[in-house]
């Protein structure tokens, strides 16, 4: 969702895959497990539970370096790494979003309802009351939301009942800790240097059980905005290169668990104005396609989420004269440039958030990303993409809701944030803004 970057740092050298020993992050034991049961120097294989054992880096401060290496291992199909599962799974066969209704938040909507109040024109409160029928993403972004995705699921399981139809949960899972490591805005509630790792884990199995109890319920997710692409091209910034690993094991243990209770995934691609510049191709494929291969090539992973919380067209009539140099000047482009680099079976499918993204030419930088005046809602969610690489265009950020504060006191206060075209006045990321959210209603590209 934020950051440009045409600059690239190297990535570690290809991993030698080992005969008879896992990589790091592979599977390494388990019951059911028939596989290679010792890892490759500087991973110990480490009991994750009984179904799941883990090659992981031997130790926190170990300088292992990612797995880069693009395994030939990807076959589409791993075994069961949770309990409960019940083997072998399958990837997901064709478009998920086809043939199912999609739940709308109810967080969203009674967000949208106290805003409509607040809107004396009433020609503009019908339009934005409107709002609350198009389906977001449920950002549970922190613990405590986990346990409302079960009320959530229970809701979508008893309408699916009484109206016959199939219903689909779109979620987003944004907790990694020392989360948004080259940004201040979205920091989270947990801190690597204390016990960050572990409350994650939790974090996933608490969402994992609620799942779980709903297995008639389809949950899309997207996978940890920002936080690959920051390993791509922001590992100078000290806080990303000393979450490196811890990403990577982290996303890991999102990606197995969550494939095992059927979750279907997107792991977030930043956007073509951050990866899709030339140079940061090939290792954003580099790393999407390892990180997938070493976790077993997970069953629920779909492909890719661009654009998310961000401003960017799908197709440019003409390009945004500040995207110049990049000939990924939009979406669809930075899709095409990327999908054929992406290998070892990874899932070349993406979905494209254009909650935001009704009006272009708005930013003086490409990197500004936060609150960005002027903005206006874009094309509603829809299967109909234009590109049988794309599943479906969604919006994945609830729009309305603040990408960061403008208070400079805030510890949380980043300077896109304050940037002249940046909307002033601004609450805390994730929190309402009533002026933001009235904009994106009145500049709504098509009209609402
Ligand atoms: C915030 C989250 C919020 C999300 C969706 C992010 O910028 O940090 O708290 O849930 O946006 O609005």
Redesign the pocket.
Known sequence: MKITSTGLLALSSLLPLALGQSQLYGQCGGIGWSGATTCVSGATCTVVNAYYSQCLPSSASSSTPPPTSTSSTGTGTTTSSAPGSTGTTTPVAGNPFEGYEIYLSPYYANEVANAVTQISDPTTAAAAATVANIPTFI?L?QVAKVPSLGTYLADASSKQQSEGKNYLVQIVV?DLPDRDCAAL??NGEFSIADNGEADYHNYIDQIVAQIKQYPDVRVVAVIEPDSLANLVTNLSVPKCANAQTTYLECVTYAMQQLSAVGVIMYLDAGHAGWLGWPANLSPAAQLFTSLYSNAGSPSGVRGLATNV?NYNALVATTPDPITQGDPNYDEMLYIEALAPMLGSGFPAHFIVDQGRSGVQDIRQQWGDWCNVLGAGFGTRPTTNTGSSLIDSIVWV??GG?C?GTSNTSSPRYDAHCGLPDATPNAPE??TWFQAYFETLVEKANPPL
């Open positions: 950002w972004d944004y805005a979205s919380a950020k609830p809701e990408d990321a994730g």
